[in-house]
């Protein structure tokens, strides 16, 4: 292989770059959502467009590929995805995989991923576990979409009076139109959906009821990482959109360590593996 693709595919949005074998950037690309589970085409329609993007013209015959991508663990897609893309080689991994690559590199330690979903991994002596990840219905817990869907159904207890309501609630009955649309909304939202109505929570610092799901939030986040960390003093780095909300919140829990690169520095490192492994 002459190029060696990373891709990053999640519920927000897709990155690509492309290099040579020597790690030197030639590309790059950025797409749609991408969260091969619950958006099958939608996907792999940003994919390629990203991917396409960061190819600029060449072949993908002379490309070796690392996709890390959400909910790859739950779809199968590490089965069925690979013979569909053109790609010379193709690993077809979790996002958390990738996430983990590009936060510790070889080291050990305990990467809490937290965007628009959450997965939480550990890694020691380059074997990787992880939690979560299980997508947002049932999981993906201390997300956006995880903390979006916490707060319309305290919107909507606010009606029923379990609830005070505050400025933060009556800022989502006023946008979204009340009640009825809230659940008309929920029916057919998306992660990325609830993840927005999360964003609100931005603008109403302090309130009682952004604490509420903020502190549920990181009751989760806690509850994952004690289990990650086994009894060990593994260092923890936050990753994410939402990452630097949580170390900061929980700044004095855990010996953190910052990121030493993203998920697609990880997608990438991954893929020029594929080179080290030729040469064996």
């Known amino acids: 292989m002459q190029f060696f693709l990373g891709l990053d595919g999640g519920g927000t949005g897709c990155r690509a770059?492309?290099?040579?074998?020597?790690?030197?950037?030639?590309?790059?690309?950025?797409?749609?959502?991408?969260?091969?589970?619950?958006d099958r085409d939608g996907a792999l329609a940003a994919i390629m467009d990203t991917a396409g993007q960061a190819l600029d013209g060449r072949a993908p015959g002379d490309v070796a590929a690392c996709l890390g991508l959400a909910g790859a663990n739950i779809s199968g897609a590490r089965n069925w995805l690979g013979p569909m893309?053109?790609?010379?080689?193709?690993?077809?991994v979790h996002d958390a995989v990738t996430a983990v690559a590009g936060a510790l590199g070889a080291g050990?330690?305990?990467?809490?991923?937290?965007?628009?979903g959450s997965v939480f991994s550990r890694q020691i002596g380059g074997a990787v576990e992880t939690?979560?990840?299980?997508?947002?219905?049932?999981?993906?817990?201390?997300?956006?979409?995880?903390?979006?869907?916490?707060?319309?159904?305290?919107?909507?207890?606010?009606?029923?009076?379990?609830?005070?309501?505050?400025?933060?609630?009556?800022?989502?009955?006023?946008?979204?139109?009340?009640?009825?649309?809230?659940?008309?909304l929920a029916r057919t939202a998306s992660g990325a959906d609830f993840a927005r109505v999360a964003r609100l929570m931005l603008e109403y610092p302090g309130d009682p009821v952004a604490e509420q799901v903020l502190d549920a939030a990181c009751d989760y986040v806690i509850q994952a990482i004690t289990r990650l960390q086994g009894g060990r003093d593994l260092p923890v780095t936050f990753t994410g959109g939402l990452g630097p909300i949580f170390a900061d919140r929980l700044f004095d829990r855990w010996n953190q360590r910052p990121a030493r690169g993203t998920p697609l520095d990880g997608a990438l490192r991954l893929a020029l593996e594929m080179a080290q492994s030729d040469k064996a």
Do not use: H
């Not at 050990?108 to 628009?116: E, H, N, Q, R």
């Open 131 to 184: 939690i979560g990840g299980w997508g947002p219905v049932l999981g993906d817990e201390a997300s956006g979409a995880w903390m979006g869907r916490l707060l319309l159904t305290l919107t909507l207890r606010t009606q029923d009076g379990l609830v005070e309501p505050t400025g933060l609630t009556l800022a989502v009955l006023d946008q979204l139109g009340g009640p009825q649309q809230i659940v008309g």
């Open 108 to 116: 050990d330690g305990v990467v809490a991923a937290i965007g628009t």
């Open 85 to 92: 893309l053109p790609f010379g080689r193709v690993r077809v």
């Open 17 to 38: 770059v492309l290099a040579d074998r020597d790690g030197r950037v030639l590309g790059r690309g950025e797409g749609g959502p991408a969260n091969i589970n619950s």
